[in-house]
């Protein structure tokens, strides 16, 4: 029972300080969006945080840690190569950034 | 018994003895629904940003972040007092793990409320999903088709909340149920994380 007790305050502890640490990533990005910097370089810094706020809350929170290899690398490679894959329409979106999207209505 | 019928008895063995994963069937069918909705809010921030990229007179109408800030603050809150309710459980405490699951829920409430006062603040000022005083109309149309998509999630999060939380009191549920609505809540907040530096973020006015 005395076991049983530490491991939930060690299990606490532990969810605790990835909660600050997801405030305090969080809190890096209000501080990214008031930089004087430009919107590509934003985008990408910002992105970087949400990344590791993310991977804290898989791994830790969702226990992603505590499940068999097999699964993390499904999980892993599954859903990083359909991220990867949705990212082949930007040069596109580059080339109408002169003439606007469809159905934007803009006008030079 | 003839060697038709141990040919089957030793098939029937196979197919109940191996999960895939070594993982409890519900909590795969979770995560692989997870991962499914990860691809569609993936999908839908992509194409936002696609838009955004490609449209240059996107406008910023953000004058605070108060409001996102709030908003992402109780997120996560809820996320932490849903480990508690899953600790809870997993180490029998009812009353508590009950406790816990029911002020996650009354956090996404809070979450959801909050998000509607502001979707009316922005309505009031003039915006809809085909236009708003400030730029292209596709601004409107992705900020409430993400965030609505999101508060959708978040709404029906909450009402599976209570209902897993009330049969777990009531015996129906056990702490495995209780983990694994926590997985489809944590995954709520993990998307919120994407959309307020992507769609609130970005679009505050300088």
């Keep these: 029972m005395a076991v049983t007790e530490q491991h939930k305050d060690n299990a606490t502890g532990k969810y605790l300080i990835v909660y600050v640490c997801l ?6 990005q209000f501080v990214i969006a008031y930089q004087n910097i430009d919107a590509g370089q934003m985008f990408v810094r910002m ?4 990344l590791v706020e993310a991977l804290l809350a898989v791994l830790i929170f969702m226990h992603l840690w505590a499940e068999s ?3 993390v690398i499904f999980v892993a ?26 159905y934007s209505n803009y006008s030079k | 018994m003839s060697q038709a019928d141990l040919t089957m008895q030793g098939h029937s063995a196979a197919l109940v003895a191996g999960r895939p994963f070594s993982m409890p069937t519900k ?4 995560w692989l629904f997870i991962i499914a909705d990860t691809m569609t809010f993936a999908a839908c921030l992509v194409a936002y940003g696609f838009l955004r990229v490609g449209t ?10 108060t409001n996102a800030a709030v908003m992402t603050f109780i997120l ?41 006062r502001e979707w009316l603040a922005l309505i009031d000022e003039g915006m809809t999903l085909f236009k708003n005083p400030w730029g292209t109309g596709l601004f409107g149309a992705s900020f409430f088709s993400i965030t609505g998509l999101h508060l959708t999630h978040v709404t029906c999060g909450v009402i599976a909340l209570i209902a897993v939380g009330l049969r777990y009191k009531g015996g129906r549920y056990n702490a495995d149920d209780l983990e694994i609505m926590g997985l489809y809540w944590h995954f709520v907040d993990l998307v919120w994380m994407f959309v307020v530096p992507l769609v609130y973020l970005m679009n505050l006015t300088h």
């Excluded at chain 2, 909590?27 to 979770?30: D, E, H, Q, S, V």
């Excluded at chain 2, 809870?88 to 406790?99: E, I, L, P, V, W």
Aim: glycine share 10%.
């Design chain 1, 77 to 102: 490679v599954f859903t990083i190569f359909v991220l990867l894959a949705m990212q082949y329409g930007w040069t596109d979106s580059f080339r109408m950034e002169r003439g606007g999207a469809p």
């Design chain 2, 76 to 116: 996560l809150t809820s996320s932490l007092t849903m480990m508690f309710g899953v600790q809870s459980a997993k180490s029998g405490d009812k009353a508590g793990a009950f406790r816990w699951t029911m002020i996650t829920a009354a956090l996404g409430i809070v979450f959801a409320l909050l998000h509607i």
């Design chain 2, 27 to 30: 909590k795969l069918a979770m």
């Design chain 1, 23 to 28: 405030l305090a990533l969080a809190g890096i």
């Design chain 2, 56 to 65: 240059p007179d996107w406008p910023r109408p953000f004058h605070s972040i």
């Design chain 1, 69 to 71: 290899r097999g699964f």
């Design chain 1, 47 to 50: 992105l970087i945080v949400a």
